[in-house]
């Protein structure tokens, strides 16, 4: 029986968005401002009944299924794997927008420091995870517009943040997050493959990663709403010459 509502399917009116990672912070508000303007969502999260996906759950319920809420961690590729099938089976489901927005930072992670665990985990989450979940994504047959992934200053290599102390791990995960995005990229140009690939720089947000109390000051800290809102129009502004480029929310190009 099909139980998927039929604002899900395919009308010219909105778009649909797949956030992967939404259960709080950067994730959550593109799933707020998106119900807001009427889009369709699906949402994913990696505990269903999580304390912190609550308040994504009241939204959800509030609206008559245009937020569809499916469980996706990115650590799991039985995970990856299971979520992707499940919305392969939804009929004519086609993705305008996908916001690989997942990631972690466990503060401190120093080199000279940490653990081979502690490393592991963020290339397993913010790297493999994330390039792992796009590939499956464009495996299916789903058709998709854009795939954008929620990078960030901390992995550009041009613009090497001296200060960021106990960022290693992290930074080094979304450095190497970046390099898979431009092959991504590249690679699908040669396969004349018009799904547009970006990565974000979403600004210093204040969120639980955020929050993280870093010894030195961070200038410029700005809510999830605007950042969220600003990277929406970023979003939507580029076309497929933009693919393999890296924004920040105000739409400047960000160095690799
Ligand atoms: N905040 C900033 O200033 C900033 C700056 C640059 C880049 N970014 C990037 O922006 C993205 C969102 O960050 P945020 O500030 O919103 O962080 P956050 O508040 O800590 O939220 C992180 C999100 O990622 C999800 N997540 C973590 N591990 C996951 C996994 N294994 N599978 C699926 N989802 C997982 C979390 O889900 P749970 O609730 O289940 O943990 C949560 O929804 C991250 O990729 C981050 O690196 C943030």
Not at 16 to 25: Q, Y
Not at 43 to 49: D, F, I, K, S
Not at 133 to 150: D, E
Not at 154 to 166: C, I, L
């Amino acid at each position: 029986m099909n139980l998927i509502p039929d604002v899900l399917y395919a009308d010219q009116e909105s778009t649909t968005w797949l956030i992967v990672g939404a259960s709080r912070g950067i994730g959550l508000e593109f799933v707020k401002q998106l119900m807001a303007r009427g889009e369709r969502i699906i949402a994913t999260v990696r505990e269903q009944w999580a304390s912190h996906a609550s308040a994504l759950w009241g939204e959800a319920g509030n609206d008559h299924g245009r937020c569809q809420m499916y469980i996706c961690d990115v650590l799991s590729e039985e995970s990856i794997v299971k979520f992707v099938s499940q919305i392969s089976a939804i009929p004519n489901l086609k993705i305008d927008y996908v916001v690989i927005n997942a990631g972690v930072l466990r503060y401190p992670c120093r080199s000279t420091e940490m653990s081979f665990e502690e490393f592991a985990f963020h290339l397993h989450t913010n790297t493999i995870g994330p390039i792992i979940t796009a590939q499956k994504l464009l495996q299916s047959q789903i058709p998709i517009g854009t795939i954008v992934f929620m990078s960030g200053d901390s992995g550009s290599q041009a613009q090497f943040r001296e200060m960021e102390d106990g960022f290693a791990a992290y930074a080094a995960s979304k450095a190497a997050l970046n390099m898979a995005i431009r092959h991504m990229a590249a690679e699908l140009k040669r396969k004349d493959d018009d799904t547009i690939i970006l990565a974000m720089h979403p600004g210093e947000v204040n969120t639980d990663m955020q929050n993280v109390g870093v010894t030195w000051q961070v200038h410029g800290v700005i809510t999830p709403e605007e950042s969220v809102s600003k990277m929406m129009d970023v979003i939507q502004s580029k076309g497929i010459q933009h693919s393999g480029t890296f924004w920040t929310y105000e739409n400047q190009p960000y160095p690799w």
